[in-house]
């Protein structure tokens, strides 16, 4: 093999050649157009020979068959012209369909992740064999990226799964395990690692006999066997459910049901024709721009290491304590457990620490097949957890977070009692949202060895943890806690110390607008109206409910504290408190959730009462207007934290807000939004909220930004 190839051409046996994927000095293999080249090159040589029965396509590292296409193509050729489009769609089909075609058996030998342009390969060959191993599975994920599989996965899936199957897959993006894609017909064989090899050559061998694979390739290249009536109520259904889903905000997967179900009365190639035609809509919109942005975001923080200096390694963290059973400290010892590792935990209440524990075990043994607990895996998990209510059984501990009520002295008297016992190695972490770390680092003997590692609540679904840096702590601090929040399966960003982190002093302004916006007005309706068409799961005023009156009230007057001259006190707040309407701790907020279904708020007129004596003019706000004031003095808190280096790379901004808050991937982040609106118009957009002062007033970065045309960061 020349160097920098990845497939090498071998033989299995003398008629049964074998290409085999494995690129060099990556992790997993991706279909680049140079390796697309290298197949059609192989697939040339391979169809003029006459001694050939079968080919194997199968992967040289084990547990990844072919990750998909090469997403920093795509990037780079977002702004190629619909022809283009079309004719890169359909030179990747016909290259593709070739293994549909060859004068032999073609088999895929799938150990591992099998996705997107790796998953349509896969599936042009006439059989598949995978290995039973987690790791492995079938999916397309590109409407996560704002497109659908274009290389015939349209056309191939639906013929060999059936369309309903093929819907599923393609307009979810979720992968199917070795099972569902078994049952669904994708594949042909499971079979155990160690035996892939042997199997492929057993399925060409098979199929030398019984010619099924030729009736397959006549079939498939057909249209669907499917009457008007299961067409017709398979495409309402299936669109209803991705309306509800994606809220019109995603247009990928609704294309992509289009797509199949304009195809299904079309033979492959005609169907081929009109999947590269759809894809020319969704290449290269906003929506795809925005959503590669997001993948962009992802892959650096999966590549970031928390530190700068290469030279600094991590600490292993093999076990973990964590003091506090409640929802976030039970939240944070069952991330640990899930993943095999021995925590130890207590509670300064009894009655909390038994519920802590049963929490802890009904998350970990959750089976989404039963749909509830497994209780085999629930006796598999128990011996990882050791409930105790003595201090010293946390002195083997590599990590300890502590998770207790969000009140200073408390926090530090419990270090004050916990940090003796520990290893000078030993990592003591707080799980604190607004308490600065240098404060409760104040009284520590080993300042270097404390940091913050803030998680999101519910633990168990928000993937961004806020791993922040104090003024002592230390480099290898901060590295170990950030590879442990990725072995737990988290996304952590490392922030500097600072009044509200990174998430909760961007999410402050847009909560805090929004009773401005109250009192200036506008109704509750318009104000969560207008957050969700923008994308917000929910909108600041039900927000505010999740939260909890008294909690944003804390928060807010910390914020305050740190920034009196753009964080309002809104007299809302108090009142609210004050009437016991607290949100959905208390039942009622400003909606009601006594009867409600699953927590379900509904609207409540009573909260007028509270709402009423305090406005101060009755203002109509168009929906425009309102996101503006939500979302412009988030992005000026933005400039403030860049200016302040609150976090390393700007992106950072970006992933936070999406993982911590959930603000919509098709923006592609906060500074990525602002970025495709320009510096330049977001002044022209503030200058008619001049009047609320400093909050509201372009910052010294953002009008030099303006001045030489410059975005926030690069975007692929």
């Not at 990844?64 to 190629?80: C, M, P, S, V």
């Not at 976030?328 to 021995?342: E, F, N």
């Amino acid at each position: 093999m020349s160097e920098g190839k990845t497939i090498t051409q071998s033989m299995a046996a003398p008629d049964i050649a074998v290409l085999t994927f494995d690129t060099p000095g990556k992790g997993a293999n991706v279909l680049s157009q140079p390796v697309l080249q290298e197949l059609a090159a192989h697939l040339d040589e391979l169809e003029k020979r006459d001694d050939i029965a079968g080919l194997i396509i199968r992967s040289g590292k084990p547990g990844a068959f072919i990750a998909g296409a090469d997403i920093r193509e795509f990037a780079a050729a977002r702004d190629i012209t619909k022809e283009q489009i079309i004719e890169m769609c359909a030179g990747g089909r016909k290259l593709f369909m070739r293994l549909a075609q060859m004068p032999f058996v073609t088999v895929a030998a799938i150990d591992g992740t099998c996705l997107g342009g790796g998953a349509e390969l896969a599936l042009w060959c006439d059989r598949r064999v995978v290995t039973r191993d987690r790791k492995t599975q079938i999916g397309f994920p590109e409407v996560k990226i704002g497109i659908y599989p274009a290389w015939g996965g349209t056309v191939r899936t639906p013929r060999i799964a059936g369309l309903a199957n093929a819907v599923e897959l393609i307009s979810s993006g979720e992968p199917a395990d070795v099972d569902k894609a078994y049952k669904m017909g994708l594949v042909d064989d499971i079979v155990a690692g160690d035996r892939l090899q042997e199997a492929a050559v057993n399925m060409v061998r098979a199929e030398q006999k019984t010619g099924d694979y030729q009736r397959d390739r006549q079939r498939w290249s057909g249209p669907l066997s499917l009457d008007d009536t299961e067409l017709n109520f398979l495409a309402a259904t299936a669109s209803a459910y991705i309306q509800q889903q994606t809220k019109g905000q995603y247009p990928a997967p609704i294309a992509a049901l289009n797509v199949m179900v304009g195809a299904a009365r079309l033979d492959a190639e005609a169907a081929g024709d009109l999947e590269s035609k759809g894809m020319a809509d969704l290449f290269g919109t906003p929506v795809n721009r925005a959503l590669i942005n997001v993948f962009f975001l992802t892959d650096h923080n999966k590549k970031d290491r928390g530190v700068d200096d290469p030279n600094v390694k991590p600490r292993e963290v093999k076990s973990v304590g964590v003091f506090g059973a409640g929802i976030m400290g039970s939240g944070i010892a069952a991330a640990a457990v899930r993943r095999g590792l021995p925590v130890t935990i207590t509670d300064a209440m009894p009655e909390a620490l038994q519920r802590g524990v049963r929490t802890i075990l009904e998350e970990v043994s959750y089976d989404k097949t039963k749909r509830g607990p497994d209780p085999k895996k629930a006796l598999d998990r128990a011996p990882l957890i050791n409930a105790t209510h003595a201090d010293a059984e946390y002195a083997d501990c590599d990590l300890v977070i502590e998770a207790v009520v969000e009140n200073p002295e408390v926090k530090t008297e419990l270090y004050r009692r916990v940090e003796p016992l520990l290893s000078d190695e030993a990592i003591l972490a707080s799980n604190t949202s607004t308490i600065p770390i240098a404060r409760l680092a104040e009284g520590l003997k080993r300042p270097e060895r404390f940091c913050g590692i803030h998680f999101f609540n519910p633990v168990r679904r928000m993937p961004l943890v806020e791993v922040i840096r104090g003024p002592k702590t230390s480099d290898e601090t901060v590295a170990t806690a950030v590879a442990y929040a990725k072995a737990i399966g988290k996304s952590p960003i490392v922030v500097n110390d600072g009044p509200g982190f990174l998430v909760n002093r961007l999410l402050l302004p847009y909560m805090n607008e929004a009773l401005e916006l109250l009192l200036d007005g506008a109704s509750i309706e318009e104000v969560d109206k207008a957050a969700k068409k923008f994308g917000m799961p929910m909108g600041p005023i039900t927000l505010y409910d999740v939260v909890g009156m008294d909690t944003a009230l804390y928060a807010g007057r910390v914020m305050r504290d740190a920034f009196p001259d753009r964080c309002v006190e809104s007299p809302l707040l108090p009142a609210m408190v004050e009437a016991g309407r607290l949100g959905q701790k208390s039942g009622v907020g400003f909606f009601n959730y006594k009867g409600g279904k699953r927590g379900k708020g509904v609207p409540d007129p009573t909260v007028q009462e509270i709402i009423k004596p305090l406005v101060r003019q009755q203002k109509e706000f168009s929906t425009e207007e309102i996101q503006n004031r939500l979302f412009l003095p988030m992005v000026l808190e933005a400039t403030r934290i860049l200016e302040e280096k609150i976090v390393r790379d700007p992106r950072d901004v970006d992933l936070g807000l999406i993982f911590g808050t959930g603000f919509p991937p098709f923006k592609g982040g906060l500074l990525f939004w602002a970025d495709q609106l320009g510096a330049a118009k977001i002044i022209e957009l503030l200058k008619p909220l001049e009047s609320l002062g400093p909050r509201a007033k372009p910052t010294p970065m953002l009008l030099e930004m303006a001045k030489q045309g410059r975005p926030f960061y690069d975007h692929p």
